[in-house]
């Protein structure tokens, strides 16, 4: 095994949904954990209180109301982050709203603080259970779990299906059934969102990351990812690199 390489591909992808550690700043990170449904790396995140968060800008003189306000500000980024992650609009705006009155009825800062860590958590509860639930059997969500943590190496239908236990047709044919495309296509997917990723948010180079993701060479990395995206890795990075903005910290 290639240890360098494992360990540089775990760097983004160790976390469910691949979600990246440095260098996402600190508000991107906290979405987008509660965007995957990492409930785990969310009481960790939410062991620090919102009272005590750096960077809190002054949205009122008035210390309950700025701290309300910005628990709003909160709750609105991540029901956004949570849509896109495949949350019912519904559901996101009425947790969003529901919340948000939670925080208005608080009469001290440190009661607003308290609703924080609740709300996100039950947010990445309800992503997590949406990302389970894509797969109807365990077989396939074993599957999903397996391929999102081995993107650094080459994942065949063979070594998938000894992971998992099955023979490799069957699972190929109910992989197929449960989530509309073939193993391959999936794994090829979540490569070139995982490249998407890197290319946004590190400083590898496209050939760096086509070696990380296990593509058998840069041409054919670079080939895949502009049928996927409409353009080279290059010319993506240049439109993407951490030009990402998402408002005010939570």
Known sequence: ?????????????????????????????????????????????????????NGLGILSFNHLQNIKYHFVIT??????????????????????????????SCTKPEEVAAVHPIMCLDYAKRMKFIRKNKATSRHVAACIDYICDNLHTRITIETLASA?????????????KEVGMTVSQYIRDKKIETASNMLIYSDYSPSQISSILAFPNQSYFTEIFHKKTGMTPLKYRNLNFRNTEIGNKD
């Open 1 to 53: 095994m290639n240890i360098k390489k494992e360990l540089a591909f775990q760097e983004f992808v160790r976390r469910e949904n691949n979600l990246i550690r440095a260098p996402y700043t600190p508000e991107q990170e906290f979405y987008s954990v509660i965007k995957s449904g990492n409930t785990t790396k969310v009481l960790e995140l939410c062991q620090e209180s919102l009272l005590s968060k």
């Open 164 to 176: 998992i236990g099955l023979n490799s047709s069957y699972l190929s044919r109910l992989f197929k």
């Open 75 to 104: 709750a609105a980024l991540v029901a956004r982050y949570c849509m896109e992650g495949g949350m019912e609009l519904s559901t996101a705006f009425s947790l969003s709203d529901f919340y948000i009155q939670k925080a208005d």
